[in-house]
T-cell receptor, first 115, second 111 residues
């Protein structure tokens, strides 16, 4: 049973560029959440997708956008990259919108470096 | 906005010793999660605590939740070097899967 997968594993971009990160949830999961983890910090919630719609959003600017596909996989897009966007981006999957309290399962992350 | 505070942020301890990591949060919640993260790796789920008084144990780690005090603890018994990692607590508001994470406790167990 494959867990949460993410691609790419590492990425280097320059300021002003755009980036797309991808995530496939754990088998049987239909909800995908994205988190940003800066070095030495805890993960910060970006947004969550369920039934192909953004359901919740954290305190991130509109430069951060996403999408969920019918197969439940998801993309995170970041436009007009800033140096401060350098971080580990984690995808987490779960079933439903959390009504059962089940934990989220995290992928290995994509490490983004903006130069 | 829900705030989650962990302490200590750094913990260096000898093998065989006991210690407790504390996780305080600012808003009523009965959903508390503990994760472990090794350097350069993702987060591994350790415990899920879903009610007041919940206690879970796995090996040398034991987690508890006091929803009235808005406090969770992660107790380490007879630490071993393999427990060296960063430990995060996360709180979710009822019926939502938006997790609020603490800053993490970096644990170093010295042989």
């Amino acid at each position: 049973d494959a867990g949460v997968t993410q691609s790419p594993t590492h990425l280097i971009k320059t300021r002003g560029q755009q980036v797309t990160l991808r995530c496939s949830p754990k088998s049987g999961h239909d909800t995908v959440s994205w988190y940003q983890q800066a070095l030495g910090q805890g993960p910060q919630f970006i947004f969550q997708y369920y039934e192909e719609e953004e359901r919740q959003r954290g305190n991130f600017p509109d430069r951060f956008s996403g999408h969920q596909f019918p197969n439940y996989s998801s993309e995170l897009n970041v436009n007009a990259l800033l140096l401060g966007d350098s971080a580990l981006y984690l995808c987490a999957s779960s079933f439903g919108l959390g009504s059962t309290g089940e934990t989220q399962y995290f992928g290995p992350g994509t490490r983004l470096l903006v130069l | 906005e829900l705030k989650v505070e962990q302490n200590p942020l750094f913990l260096s301890m000898q093998e065989g010793k006991n210690y407790t990591i504390y996780c305080n949060y600012s808003t009523t919640s009965d959903r508390l999660y503990w994760y472990r993260q090794d350097p350069g790796k993702s987060l591994e789920s350790l415990f899920v605590l879903l009610s007041n008084g919940a206690v879970k144990q796995e090996g040398r780690l034991m987690a508890s939740l006091d929803t009235k005090a808005r406090l969770s603890t992660l107790h380490i018994t007879a630490a071993v070097h393999d427990l060296s990692a960063t430990y995060f607590c996360a709180v979710a508001l009822y019926n939502f899967n938006k997790f609020y994470f603490g800053s993490g406790t970096k644990l170093n167990v010295k042989p």
